[in-house]
């Protein structure tokens, strides 16, 4: 049986609130994500080919993603 902790892993990124700053817009318009934003966090959330890509574009742009 699938581990639910691991498909969410595949699905949604978690970052601080101020680490989109400046490529928020790039990423929703380039991307098909849902960016839920918390009291001190935002979170992503796509398909897993989704968020691997994101993964990377956020890396490009210098956006730690843990």
């Known amino acids: 049986m699938t581990d639910p902790s ?11 609130r101020s680490a989109l700053e400046g490529v928020r817009e790039e990423l929703e318009d380039q991307y098909t994500v849902t960016v839920f934003e918390h009291e001190d966090a935002l979170r992503i959330i796509g398909s897993p080919v989704v968020i691997k890509e994101v993964t990377r574009f956020l890396g490009r742009q210098g956006v730690n993603v843990p």
Do not use: C, E, G, H
Request: net charge neutral.
């Open 6 to 16: 691991s498909l969410r892993d595949s699905t949604q990124i978690v970052l601080p």
